[in-house]
């Protein structure tokens, strides 16, 4: 497996390099990461080119058994660059240029970048394709995480239209889809249409702009990057057989899509930093969204490995927390584990980004650490390599996150986290859960949970139908089927391509901005819920009732599957998700293990990790601890332990 750290030899004495070398080998680090912002070391000036630094540095580190992945460094036109082309930025919606000083300034539709791209892309691999030393390419780095992928630009204004003329043909076509009679909005030329800048409306999440045009131009935005990464990996493919990757991270992209560009997935993990602080459940999605991008081995390219921050810092990790993050990502099977930093740089916008040893290049706590880290992980291999089990599907799609990000239906309401509120309760129920597209394979689940699809093709709701009559369970939840692929609302009656198979009627519904509604047995009813009439389908629990005395949730029997509808959104949904699952027999039985510790079934072990601050007693039925052989385990605080069959 890769241990690495992200190192920037450019950053650091010459004179240094080799204790450096020393320390990382001494904790089984294997791998550096460099190169990703270094444009300007290998081409200070315009054709002035001098790799020498670089391949001084693959060369030591691999003198101590260190390899590298190398990155394409066009994350940071350097200054040169965009005095060259000084329209080469990008353009808010109010008409502001995004300029130079920070990274990733750069429109993905401009020209003239595009060749710069191509031509530095190819001397990097060029130069490195037949250095045994360098395993891997990372193409870019984070592309679209400074909220870069949303351009308005008129360069973008052109590639938009043609991007429209191409998926419509005639613009009769666009009006139709758009529905541009309201209002108005009749396009008669290609040259009138827009990009969504701002408007005279100042609304709450956007300008008022037609829905229809708004999901098309996020999705040609997403078309857009994309477009840039194959520039990529398309020369990086021409050029060697090496393993691409790229470290993703944006939400603002069809991530399925963009995975289907790589060898290796890339992510990203920093729980705690400037700006988040997330649960354990939440990390956990992530690193699971991040493994359902697609059928590819897993590599984490940055790992959190102190506190971070730009201008302020997040929460300092309690020590151990940057060891069962590490655990916590290696139980997800992953290939590759590289650390960001190795040491924290005392210059730059990431002066506070702390790395695995501080600025003075002391190795304390954290570098022991995460050789902590790396050898637990190491010792436990056999276990952590398993795949996961697959029980419960949950659904994340990018279509629908485009068009409840733009009309979250209430305000509070966002699409990502109402999706993480019922993967954190499969977790603390102790469900095994994998996160996918709707182009999964839903035979492999147990039961299939659709959350907020509100935009579904016929396609498929017709592959949901068949899973369903061949014996597939499905959990549909507010929202549903509510619109069209071109995000109009459907005229059919709700829950539209979901009726027949729900056996329900949506008849009303409540937005509840300042509402919360407390239940005694399945906790707080909050932002959304609707009233259900059942056609075909029953209550599922007849005392969760609505106000208006309509049932909460809803069970139907469609063919040989059942079809569950939650009217309403939760807090949590801990309660409800574990009487569904008793019903379609989903739920576990590994015995007693409190909340708190995260549990990951594999064929024939569980992986266990405390995310609590306190030691925790799990008590195993089925299992016993892999070291004691006992069926109680009492886990240390942020302790992770692994349990095998008895
Ligand atoms: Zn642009």
Not at 106 to 124: P, S
Not at 551 to 580: H, P, T, W
Request: charged content about 25%; hydrophobic content about 30%.
């Amino acid at each position: 497996m890769i241990f690495g750290a992200d190192y920037y030899p450019e950053h650091w004495p010459e004179e240094r390099w080799p204790e450096d070398a020393a320390l990382m080998k001494k904790i089984g680090i294997n791998t550096i990461r460099i190169g990703e912002f270094g444009w300007s070391v290998i081409e200070r000036r315009e054709g002035e080119i001098d790799f020498s630094l670089y391949d001084r540095a693959i060369s030591l580190f691999a003198g101590y058994g260190i390899r590298t992945i190398m990155g394409t460094p066009t994350a940071t036109p350097p200054a040169w660059l965009c005095q060259k082309y000084p329209d080469i930025y990008m353009m808010d919606r109010h008409g502001n240029v995004r300029g130079y000083g920070s990274r990733r300034h750069y429109c993905y539709n401009h020209e003239g970048y595009q060749e710069e791209t191509k031509r530095v892309v190819k001397m990097v691999a060029r130069h490195y394709s037949h250095n045994d030393n360098v395993i891997a390419w990372q193409v870019d780095n984070e592309l679209g995480c400074e909220d870069d992928v949303l351009c308005y630009c008129d360069r973008c204004r052109e590639a938009f239209t043609d991007w429209l003329k191409r998926k419509y043909g005639t613009l009769d076509r666009v009006n139709e889809a758009w529905g541009t009679v309201f209002w108005s909005q009749t396009y008669t030329e290609w040259e009138q249409i827009i990009v969504p800048k701002d408007t005279v409306v100042d609304g709450y999440t956007g300008n008022g702009h037609n829905p229809g045009l708004m999901q098309d131009f996020k999705r040609f935005s997403s078309d857009s990057m994309y477009g840039y990464a194959k520039l990529q990996t398309e020369i990086l493919r021409e050029e060697s057989s090496k393993i691409i990757t790229h470290n993703i991270v944006s939400e603002q992209c069809d991530n399925y899509r963009l995975a289907e560009l790589f060898d290796t997935i890339g992510y990203d993990a920093y729980p705690y930093s400037e700006w988040d602080h997330n649960s354990s459940g939440r990390i956990g999605f992530l690193y699971d969204l991040s493994r359902g991008y697609a059928d590819k081995p897993l590599w984490i390219l940055e790992q959190q490995s102190g506190p971070c921050g730009w201008n302020v810092l997040g929460e300092t990790p309690k020590t151990g927390q940057l060891k069962l993050w590490s655990q916590q990502a290696a139980s997800r099977g992953i290939e590759a584990l590289v650390y960001f930093r190795w040491r924290t740089c005392p210059f730059g916008t990431e002066q506070y980004w702390y790395g695995i040893l501080d600025h003075d290049g002391v190795p304390r706590k954290r570098y022991q650490e995460i050789g902590q880290a790396i050898s637990s992980i190491q010792e436990n291999m056999e276990y952590l390599r398993l795949p996961e089990k697959k029980k419960v599907l949950l659904v994340y799609d990018y279509d629908n996150k485009f068009c409840h990000d733009e009309q979250p239906h209430v305000r509070g309401f966002v699409y990502k986290e109402e999706v993480v509120r019922y993967y954190e309760a499969l977790r603390r129920l102790h469900i095994p859960v994998s996160v996918g597209s709707l182009a999964e394979d839903l035979e492999a689940y147990e039961l299939v949970i659709l959350p907020f699809v509100s935009m579904t093709g016929r396609e498929d709701a017709e592959r949901i139908d068949s899973y369903v009559k061949n014996g597939g369970n499905i959990i549909l939840t507010p929202l549903s089927g509510q619109r069209r692929t071109d995000n109009q609302i459907t005229t059919e009656t709700l829950p539209g391509v979901f009726r027949n198979m729900s056996g329900v009627t949506v008849v009303s519904f409540h937005a509840m901005e300042k509402e919360k509604i407390h239940y005694e047995e399945i906790g707080n009813m909050q932002l959304w819920r609707e009233e259900l009439e059942l056609d075909s389908a029953e209550s599922f629990r007849k005392e969760w009732l609505s106000p208006e005395g309509s049932a909460l949730v809803s069970e139907n029997k469609y063919g040989k599957g059942l079809v569950f509808y939650i009217s309403c959104c939760m807090e949590s949904y801990d309660r409800m998700l574990q009487e569904i699952c008793k019903e379609t027999g989903t739920a576990s039985s590994y015995g007693d293990i409190p909340e708190c510790v995260e549990c990951i079934e594999k064929s024939n072990c569980l992986i266990l990790m405390n995310h609590s601050g306190e030691k925790q007693e799990v008590m195993l039925k089925g299992y016993k601890d892999s070291r004691s052989d006992q069926n109680s385990i009492i886990m240390e605080k942020y302790g992770f332990a692994v349990a095998v069959s008895s």
